[in-house]
Structures are given as structure tokens and as C-alpha cells.
């Protein structure tokens, strides 16, 4: 009999569930974003007009939303790594879901600041 993922099976634990998800979610985001990153300084080798057209690219509206979304990413990843660390000790059991919640809403204040900075 072929195993079921259980990775969209909110029912068992709601909040854990979806910070799992969004947890993974982020990190192989991370890492596609780091390989990008390299690939695109590698291209910005070949001179100045590579440097000019990188430029007038990074202006444009979808990379901004890229950079909220990796904006995002980034913050939540880390706030819930620290709260999976803290679980992890001990300390928090009993508020981890609070922990998580709150985390994810920090995540976004501050993704909604750093969007106001951008434009």
C-alpha cells in the first residue's frame, strides 16, 4: 500500500502543520534563492552594460514583489527557527502555538514595513 504525504493534513495539528509547511517552504525557497544569487553575480562579471542591465531590472515591478516574498521568507524563517529552538529547550511548550502565530504576524508587520521602505 503506498504511504500518503501528510504534509496538507491540517486536522492532526493545525498550527504545527502550517508551520511546518511554511518552515520547509521557505528554507528550499532560500536555497533556490541562494543559487540565483550566485548565478546572477556570476553573470555581472561581463562588464559594465550586464551591471546596467542588471540594474534596470531590479527596478521593475515583479522583482520588487520577489524581494517582499524573499523578504518575507527570510524573516519568518528565522523567527520560527528561533522558536523551534526555543521549543527544542524546553522553554515555550505550553505557548508554542502563541509563539508560532505571533512569529508568522511579526513576519508580516515587518514584510509590510520593509515593502514601504522599497517602493
Known amino acids: 500500500m503506498k504511504r500518503r504525504s501528510r504534509w496538507f493534513e491540517f486536522h492532526l495539528h493545525p498550527a504545527g502543520m502550517l508551520a511546518f509547511m511554511i518552515h520547509r517552504l521557505t528554507g ?9 544569487h550566485l548565478w546572477i553575480l556570476n553573470t555581472l562579471r561581463q562588464g ?10 531590479m527596478r521593475s515591478p515583479m522583482v520588487l514583489l520577489l524581494d517582499a ?4 521568507g527570510i524573516l519568518f524563517h528565522g ?29 508580516v508587520c515587518l514584510t509590510i514595513c520593509g515593502i514601504w521602505i522599497m517602493v
Do not use: E
Request: charged share 10%; proline share 0%.
Open 28 to 36: 528550499i525557497g532560500l536555497v533556490v534563492y541562494l543559487y540565483l
Open 48 to 57: 559594465s552594460q550586464a551591471w546596467d542591465t542588471f540594474l534596470q531590472m
Open 69 to 72: 516574498v524573499l523578504l518575507f
Open 79 to 107: 523567527l520560527n527557527g528561533l522558536r523551534l529552538s526555543l521549543v527544542g529547550l524546553g522553554i515555550g511548550l505550553r505557548w508554542q502555538k502563541w509563539l508560532f502565530w505571533g512569529s508568522l504576524g511579526v513576519a
